[in-house]
T-cell receptor, first 110, second 115 residues
Framework: DAKTTQPNSMESNEEEPVHLPCNHS???????IHWYRQLPSQGPEYVIH???SNVNNRMASLAIAEDRKSSTLILHRATLRDAAVYYCILRDVNDDKIIFGKGTRLHILP | GAGVSQSPSNKVTEKGKDVELRCDPISGHTALYWYRQSLGQGLEFLIYFQGNSAPDKSGLPSDRFSAERTGGSVSTLTIQRTQQEDSAVYLC?????????????FGQGTRLTVV
């Protein structure tokens, strides 16, 4: 029962912005939207999370649709080091489990 | 401070043997998670702990798999009578549970190879 839908893979050029989409049409009012990424041969690392408002941090920005049924992770200026699998995850505030889907494999072209 | 530590980093075992994988979470983190990642695949949820209790064991693949956590800290994932399909990277993560939206921090994983 995948709660989020992401493209299997995307490509982007180095030093250009990247927009990674995520659909979550069945999102509930208590679901937070989290993003993690997994670099090659490493464990996943947290990127960003949000509930309703757009969020910015040093790694990325998260744009959340007004109806919350989709969101977009924005890398403002991609580097080769950003090549990874990016996971969009819904976390219910009342549930401690973290369930990963298949994610989007991002390729960065030099 | 120290991150999540997993040991061993690599383990090769013979089919039918038992193995124990260890996870040392970040100090003070109350939630601890175990995942399995087969080659080229996504992360498969196995089990998580709140303190020493495991509210959800539904992800454990079979009764050969078990996990425990003692003192609200170190956790051990045990696989009995290992099979070749158990070969994978086993990842552990911890989180500060009181902040339910808190990020989870992952270890580097234990690569298990069953020969």
């Amino acid at each position: 029962d995948a709660k989020t839908t992401q493209p299997n893979s995307m490509e982007s050029n180095e030093e250009e912005p990247v927009h990674l989409p995520c659909n979550h049409s069945t999102i509930s009012g208590t679901d937070y939207i989290h993003w993690y990424r997994q670099l090659p041969s490493q464990g996943p690392e947290y990127v960003i999370h949000g509930l309703t408002s757009n969020v910015n941090n040093r790694m990325a920005s998260l744009a959340i649709a007004e109806d919350r049924k989709s969101s977009t992770l924005i890398l403002h200026r991609a580097t080769l080091r950003d090549a990874a699998v990016y996971y969009c995850i819904l976390r219910d505030v009342n549930d401690d489990k973290i369930i990963f889907g298949k994610g989007t494999r991002l390729h960065i072209l030099p | 401070g120290a991150g999540v530590s997993q040991s061993p980093s690599n383990k090769v075992t013979e089919k039918g043997k038992d193995v124990e994988l260890r996870c040392d979470p970040i100090s003070g983190h109350t939630a601890l998670y175990w995942y399995r990642q087969s080659l080229g695949q996504g992360l498969e949820f196995l089990i998580y702990f709140q303190g020493n209790s495991a509210p959800d064991k539904s992800g454990l693949p079979s009764d050969r798999f078990s996990a425990e956590r003692t003192g609200g800290s170190v956790s051990t994932l045990t696989i009995q009578r290992t099979q070749q399909e158990d070969s994978a990277v086993y990842l552990c993560a911890s989180s500060f549970l009181r902040r339910r939206t808190a990020e989870a921090f992952f270890g580097q994983g234990t690569r298990l190879t069953v020969v």
